[in-house]
């Protein structure tokens, strides 16, 4: 199980951050669909870098991404890619800058 995926989509100029379900927001209705796991995603654009060090950033958009099997990091990405920005999955687009 991973915790969190940060990356850089290189196309968009945006980071695109994803996360593990942790089941509260499983609705009954999706377990009766067959969903058991899901990841939380949000793309960010930073609007700039300040000399005290702060990375000021406005969350554009976010969703959910569920599954009907246990979600891998590499499905979580993926799927999460493709929600976000309406594409295909491209693996030369992404630069993963840190994974928990």
Request: charged share 30%.
């Amino acid at each position: 199980m991973f915790t969190a995926i940060l990356t850089w989509i290189k196309s968009k100029k945006t980071f695109l951050k994803v996360q593990s379900g942790t089941g509260d927001n499983l609705l009954k209705e999706d377990i009766r669909e067959g969903y058991v796991d899901y990841c939380l995603w949000s793309t960010f654009r930073p609007d700039c870098i300040d000399i005290d060090g702060e990375l000021n950033m406005e969350c554009l958009d976010s969703g959910m991404v569920l599954f009907r099997e246990n979600c891998t990091p590499q499905a979580a990405l993926e799927s999460s890619y493709r929600q976000a920005f309406g594409t295909d999955f491209d693996k030369d687009d992404i630069a993963v800058l840190m994974e928990e």
